[in-house]
C-alpha cells in the first residue's frame, strides 16, 4: 500500500503544468486595477486633508489653558497652602 501511494505521488508531481498553468485570470487584472484605482483616490482624499491642517498646533494665547490646567506642579507660585 505505501509502494502504491508513493507510485501515485510521484505522478501527480511529474504532472504539475496543465493546459492552464501559467494563465492569469482577466479577473484578477480587474481586481488589481480596481484597487490600484481606489488606491490613488485615497490618497488624492488624504493629500486634500492635509492641506487643511494648521501649519502648527500651538494656541495663540496659552493664558486659558494654563488656568485650566490644575493637575501639574505650579513650581512653588501661588497662594502658600499652609496658610
Known sequence: MG?????QNALLA?????PEFGKASPVG???IALLLVGTA???????GHMKKLPSSFEPTDP???QAADEGTD??????DPRG
Do not use: E, K, W, Y
Not at 509502494?3 to 507510485?7: F, H, N, P, Q
Not at 505650579?74 to 497662594?79: Q, S
Open 3 to 7: 509502494v502504491t501511494i508513493l507510485a
Open 14 to 18: 511529474q504532472n504539475t503544468t496543465g
Open 29 to 31: 487584472l480587474v481586481i
Open 41 to 47: 483616490l485615497l490618497v488624492r482624499s488624504m493629500n
Open 63 to 65: 493664558t486659558p489653558d
Open 74 to 79: 505650579r513650581g512653588g507660585i501661588g497662594p
